[in-house]
């Protein structure tokens, strides 16, 4: 028997799934996250799946641990060494106000990642060609280095120069000699993270990596070896912020490019079921433990972004465009004033929802589903863990209802609802700020809480499908067995398009094309099985902001203009008379693997009756009534079901209501439709 498997740590869970190759069984299984030794988490999944590691042929891991870093400020201690009278460009930026907080007159900027006093200029330029002007003061390193190391207790160092991305020689030699100072000491350089213009962004990306170094190099290490001692001898890959994976040792190389690994993996899983199922326009909706994460899947293409922040900090790498707000099961409902809020605060897998009853005691999303009857305390996780609803139910009471003067089911509502209007907003940013209509696209539900949460969802927003696939509270680990290894390669030409001859374009793209193959084949592909797609960053001359156009066979300039009006013309509806210009170049290379298929369960035997009946709060009506409860195992292909329903699973629970209907579909995945909003 050989297995794929793959492990998907989050804030409040760990899911583990196996892939055996030979007979198409998929096995899934969920422990608690362990915050202070991440890699003991992950080897109790892989026990707890039944995984023989010695029979394992490749290990997918996806991680928040370098998200975890940031948002918490608990990172390396990091310096910068920039050239001569640049140590303030990281701080400065673009002077710009957070959107909002535009109009907030109390505004600070948000602390920065490196002080003033741990960036250190040096003599040395390049031209914007890339040719030296002065050479590089390598003594003048060395002491930056030193006095970096020595006098502030520095564990990593970002370089960045100005117009490294056309020249990284001047980069590449002060790594050198800064390791050379202390081997032990993490360095990134940001022509290795991104080959591209825009000096902040640049900089804030090699920070970025080099603030998370220390500590995820440290985790991938522990974990290597806590696997190799348990017999795994295969390849071990990390899922990546833009799709796709990287292998172990090259994440850790530049683990920025894994910031965002642990949401990618419910986007690459949601473009396979899109294509196999016919439904490529998707809304997905991962909502697990600690944060929702709400992503736009085009034509089967999750939306890409090349410049993205995180924590008020820009990234210049690929990331899916995922809009994440701070609304899991474990959020908690707090009050400001009279003002009911929910969120980003979570009780996290410690001490946890109050109904976990491991000391928690501030009421939570999850309390408020008990209090509304959705979760039953007998049997959740598959009764692994019996949940506190009478402490639920208290918690919410004293912290929220009595200070509200009303009762803990209105309470409990407006949880949700608060939940609902926040992660409207969310969605919208994604679709109908670009120019997308959401009621056109299908949900996809996914994550721990996720079935229970976005039928609502649906009915607010007017989307009439939601599809719930199979195993969904796992559906971010079952991405990762099916993702691809992927790699992306950019080159900076800013030029007039009428400027540039085919040749000009076509010799970067050789250049970049070799460089992916490369890369690729150093990981054991055969270049047969590497797949290249290029693309270009355009714009109209005097525009900010680029749209990636498709330049793959493409047999001449005017070919390429006629494609950058196209897609300028689907984005923003018009086109400009103004000439347009090349900005960037992309190759991204892709190493194919097997993925587990679609499976067609029997259409004959199950039930369609109720296991029981269930009081529970129904939107639709505004009041308590009735659900019949069914156990999603039992359903076959093609049972339909009106609401208010409830069908449990052993890791989640999917809740819909009065208004909705369910159906199971030909792949055992459960269709809600239906729906207006209350």
Not at 194 to 216: G, I, L, Q
Not at 464 to 470: A, F, G, I, K, Y
Not at 488 to 496: E, G, Q
Not at 666 to 673: F, P, T
């Amino acid at each position: 028997m050989t297995e794929r498997l793959a492990v998907d740590v989050g804030g409040t869970f760990v899911d583990a799934i196996t892939f055996d190759r030979s007979s198409g069984e998929v096995t899934v299984e969920k422990v608690s996250t362990t915050p202070e030794e991440p890699e003991a988490g992950v080897v109790s999944s892989i026990e707890n799946v039944g995984a023989t590691l010695e029979e394992t042929d490749a290990f997918v891991h996806g991680t928040t641990l370098g998200l975890n870093a940031v948002l918490e400020r608990e990172g390396a201690t990091t310096g910068i060494i920039t050239n001569e009278g640049f140590r303030d460009v990281y701080e400065i930026g673009r002077t710009n106000v957070e959107r909002g907080s535009m109009y907030d007159i109390r505004y600070e900027k948000p602390e920065s990642l490196v002080d003033r006093r741990r960036r250190v200029g040096v003599p040395g330029r390049l031209a914007a060609d890339g040719s030296e002007v002065e050479p590089l003061d390598e003594a003048a390193v060395e002491e930056a280095a030193t006095h970096l190391i020595e006098s502030h207790g520095v564990e990593a160092i970002a370089i960045c120069f100005l117009h490294a991305y056309r020249n990284p020689d001047h980069e590449r030699r002060a790594a050198r000699i800064v390791r050379d100072v202390d081997p032990d000491v993490s360095v990134s350089i940001s022509s290795d993270v991104s080959r591209e213009y825009r000096e902040y962004e640049r900089t804030s990306t090699a920070v970025m990596d080099a603030y998370v170094k220390p500590v995820f190099e440290t985790y991938v290490g522990n974990l290597a070896a806590a696997l190799e001692s348990e017999g795994f001898d295969a390849p071990f890959f990390v899922t990546r912020s833009g799709g796709g994976t990287l292998a172990a040792e090259r994440a850790t190389d530049a683990p920025v490019h894994t910031i965002l690994s642990g949401p990618a993996g419910g986007l690459i899983g949601a473009s396979h079921v899109g294509r196999e199922t016919g439904r490529e326009d998707l809304i997905t909706v991962d909502m697990g433990g600690t944060s929702l994460d709400a992503c736009v899947v085009e034509d089967g293409t999750p939306a890409v972004e090349y410049d993205t922040r995180l924590e008020h900090q820009p990234l210049q790498i690929p990331v899916y465009d995922i809009r994440t707000i701070g609304a899991g099961g474990g959020s908690i409902a707090w009050l400001d004033g009279d003002l009911l809020k929910v969120g980003p605060r979570s009780a996290g897998a410690d001490p946890g929802p109050v109904a976990y009853g491991q000391g928690g005691t501030e009421p939570t999303v999850t309390d408020a589903a008990v209090a509304l009857g959705y979760l039953d305390p007998d049997d959740f996780l598959g009764g692994d863990v019996e949940l506190d609803a009478e402490g639920a139910r208290e918690a919410i009471d004293r912290s929220l209802a009595r200070p509200l003067d009303s009762s803990v089911t209105d309470v409990s509502r407006g949880i949700f609802d608060v939940t609902i209007a926040n992660t409207v907003g969310a969605i919208r940013e994604t679709t109908v700020e670009k120019g997308l209509d959401p009621r056109e696209f299908t949900m996809l539900a996914f994550g721990g809480a996720g079935p229970m949460f976005v039928p609502l969802l649906a009915r607010e927003m007017d989307v009439e499908e939601v599809v719930v696939p199979r195993a969904p509270s796992v559906f971010s680990a079952l991405g990762m067995l099916m993702a691809d290894v992927v790699s992306d390669f950019a080159r900076t030409n800013v030029a007039a398009l009428s400027d540039l001859a085919l040749a000009d374009l076509e010799s970067t793209f050789d250049d970049l094309d070799a460089e992916a193959v490369e890369t690729l084949t150093a990981e054991g592909f055969d270049e047969s099985e590497i797949a290249l797609e290029r693309t270009l960053e355009m714009r109209y001359l005097g525009q900010e902001h680029t749209v990636e156009v498709d330049a793959t066979d493409v047999e001449s300039i005017d070919e390429i203009g006629e494609r950058f009006e196209r897609t300028h013309e689907d984005r923003y509806g018009h086109t400009m008379g103004d000439p347009p210009e090349v900005v960037h170049q992309r190759v991204r290379a892709i190493g194919h693997n097997d993925r587990p298929p679609l499976e067609r369960p029997d259409p004959a035997g199950g039930s369609t009756d109720p296991t029981e009946m269930r009081d529970a709060y129904c939107f639709a009506v505004g009041e308590r009534a009735t659900f019949d409860v069914y156990d999603r195992d039992d359903l076959s292909a093609g049972t339909a079901i009106d609401g208010p329903a409830i069908v449990r699973e052993p890791t989640t629970t999917i809740v819909f209501h009065s208004d909705q209907t369910a159906t199971v579909d030909e792949y055992g995945q459960l269709v809600v439709a239906g729906g207006d909003p209350a």
